[in-house]
Nanobody, 122 residues
Framework: QVQLVESGGGLVQAGGSLRLSCAASPNTFIWNRMGWYRQPPGKQRELVAVVTSGGSTDYLDSVKGRFTISRGNAKNTVHLQMNSLKPEDTAVYYC????????????????WGQGTQVTVSS
């Protein structure tokens, strides 16, 4: 019922930029919190950035000043602008969200996308 679809990953040289996007459905839900996690090869998944419905943001220390998370005009979308990319940013990036169904009151606290690969070459 809840679905997150990422796009925008790819291969880029160090110093380059990429923009990831995530579209969540259904758009009738209230998307309370949306964010991005990543899982580098052989490592655990980590939180990269998160934005609340009120616009508050938080970032992994290593991406502060380089990455920017934003909500789209459609409140069921979230973007991650990644600048000055480094080889250590190479990972599978996952969209993550929490949502409320206003009709049933059900709360979906941890929805995941399928992931998109970001590879930064040196």
């Amino acid at each position: 019922q809840v679905q997150l679809v990422e796009s925008g990953g790819g291969l880029v040289q160090a110093g380059g930029s990429l923009r990831l996007s995530c579209a969540a459905s259904p758009n009738t839900f209230i998307w309370n919190r949306m964010g991005w996690y990543r899982q580098p090869p052989g490592k655990q998944r980590e939180l990269v950035a998160v934005v609340t419905s009120g616009g508050s943001t938080d970032y992994l220390d290593s991406v502060k000043g380089r990455f920017t998370i934003s909500r789209g005009n459609a409140k069921n979308t979230v973007h991650l602008q990644m600048n000055s990319l480094k080889p250590e940013d190479t990972a599978v990036y996952y969209c993550n969200a929490a949502a409320t169904d206003p009709q049933s009151g059900s709360y979906y606290y941890n929805a995941w996308g399928q992931g998109t690969q970001v590879t930064v070459s040196s």
